[in-house]
């Protein structure tokens, strides 16, 4: 299986334009999570999904931020407007029961 | 609520030292516990897992051992290599679709 994919695997934009992550999870999982990663705030989570529906979004940090998962093999987090504080490593994770999450690569994005 | 604390890096051992990270929770009922590994530049993935009291995960000469006495998952390794330079994320989960629960993170660096 070729795991979880994420592209772009780096973005660097100017604050004020609208950035889109992606994300698509390793087939047959139906939990899927985005995840933040910062040196001063850790590992945060932003969002998760179950069988493409949104469980719990309370990590996602304002109105800026929205995720989609439209569908068992896709989900994207966008960013509008972006702001420098959102530049970090955002993760995408899914799991099939098991609890165990399997991670992609991450983005890294860097909002100037 | 349910959370994980771990012990404050960063952590410099020489290579073959022995190594240990803890870690203790807090649940409500009887979580699965985690070692999640994350090497420079990747995500994180699974390094071992317990789902019961009692149970000790291992991997690649890393073990830990669930005790519910004490709320506690510590990971030890006998003898440290260089590769072994990574964070250390200390998790939990209640159920099998809950999200996961993790830890700060404890960053390992050993020289040779």
């Known amino acids: 299986d070729a795991g979880v994919i994420q592209s772009p695997r780096h973005e660097v934009t100017e604050m004020g334009q609208e950035v889109t992550l992606r994300c698509k999870p390793i087939s047959g999982h139906n939990s899927l999570f985005w995840y933040r990663q910062t040196m001063m705030r850790g590992l945060e989570l932003l969002i998760y999904f179950n069988n493409n529906v949104p469980i719990d979004d309370s990590g996602m940090p304002e109105d800026r931020f929205s995720a989609k998962m439209p569908n068992a093999s896709f989900s994207t987090l966008k960013i509008q407007p972006s702001e420098p504080r959102d530049s970090a490593v955002y993760f995408c994770?899914?799991?099939?029961?098991?609890?165990?999450?399997?991670f992609g690569p991450g983005t890294r994005l860097l909002v100037l | 609520g349910n959370s994980v604390t771990q012990m404050e890096g960063p952590v410099t051992l020489s290579e073959e030292a022995f190594l240990t990270i803890n870690c203790t929770y807090t649940?409500?009922?009887?979580?699965?516990l985690f070692w999640y590994v994350q090497y420079p530049g990747e995500g994180l993935q699974l390094l071992l897992k317990?789902?019961?009291?009692?149970d000790k995960g291992s991997n690649k000469g890393f073990e830990a051992t669930y005790r519910k006495e004490t709320t506690s998952f510590h990971l030890e390794k006998g003898s440290v290599q260089v590769s072994d330079s990574a964070v250390y994320f200390c998790?939990?989960?209640?159920?099998?679709?809950?999200?996961?629960?993790f830890g700060p993170g404890t960053s390992l660096s050993v020289i040779p």
């Open positions: 998790a939990l989960s209640e159920t099998s679709y809950d999200k996961v629960i």
């Open positions: 649940a409500t009922g009887y979580p699965s």
């Open positions: 994770a899914s799991h099939q029961g098991g609890e165990t999450q399997y």
């Open positions: 317990a789902t019961k009291a009692d």
